[in-house]
């Protein structure tokens, strides 16, 4: 039973300039959330996507969206990257209502900005 | 806002000696608390988690964690430390909604 695909696994970027990171959920999930992690940091929640909608989002500006595909699959888009957005996004996928507990995470997409 | 702290941000223990990680929560209620550990190149593992009833719960690779509402805390054990041990672990809670808060994360490196 595959977990958590994300791809790509690394890729470079120049200031400015738009990514798009993309999650395949576990098989039977149908909840992703997407996280954050800088570099000696913990993740930080950027949002989650229920049924194709944003179900809730952390505090993260809005160059950061996001979509999910009748499939449950799902994509992060961060616009006019900046330095800072260098990092390690992780995905995150769960059933519906489960509070945590069954969170599968994928091995993550590193991003570097330049 | 609920938030999780781990004081320790590198511990290094001997292979076979015990291993204590520590973890203090804000959170006005009893939030569900959880161990995650983190591999370079891997992703984040579930070690244990706890909802609620019993303080002491067990996990998997031999690790158990000690809920105290008293103190706010939620430290990670194992009595006898391998060498496959050494990563990132990460104390994180969770409240109403559904993100996780993650603490900062204390890196263990274990001596052969």
């Known amino acids: 039973d595959a977990g958590v695909t994300q791809s790509p696994t690394h890729l470079i970027k120049t200031r400015g300039q738009q990514v798009t990171l993309r999650c395949s959920p576990k098989?039977?999930?149908?909840?992703v959330s997407w996280y954050q992690q800088a570099l000696g940091q913990g993740p930080q929640f950027i949002f989650q996507?229920?049924?194709?909608?944003?179900?809730q989002r952390g505090n993260f500006p809005d160059r950061f969206s996001g979509h999910q595909f009748p499939n449950y699959s799902s994509e992060l888009n961060v616009n006019a990257l900046w330095l800072g957005d260098s990092a390690l996004y992780l995905c995150a996928s769960s059933s519906s209502g489960a509070r945590g507990y069954g969170y599968t995470f994928g091995s993550g997409t590193r991003l570097t900005v330049v | 806002a609920q938030s999780v702290t781990q004081p320790d941000i590198h511990i290094t223990v001997s292979e076979g000696a015990s291993l204590e990680l520590r973890c203090n929560y804000s959170y006005g209620a009893t939030p569900y608390l959880f161990w995650y550990v983190q591999s370079p190149g891997q992703g984040l593992q579930l070690l244990l988690k706890y909802f609620s009833g019993d303080t002491l719960v067990q996990g998997i690779k031999g690790f158990e964690a000690e809920f105290k509402r008293s103190q706010s805390s939620f430290n990670l054990r194992k009595p006898s430390v391998h060498w496959s041990d050494a990563a990132e672990y990460f104390c994180?809670?969770?409240?109403?909604?559904?993100?996780?808060?993650f603490g900062t994360g204390t890196q263990l490196k274990v001596e052969l």
């Open positions: 098989s039977g999930h149908d909840t």
């Open positions: 994180v809670s969770t409240g109403g909604g559904n993100k996780l808060t």
């Open positions: 996507y229920y049924e194709e909608e944003e179900r």
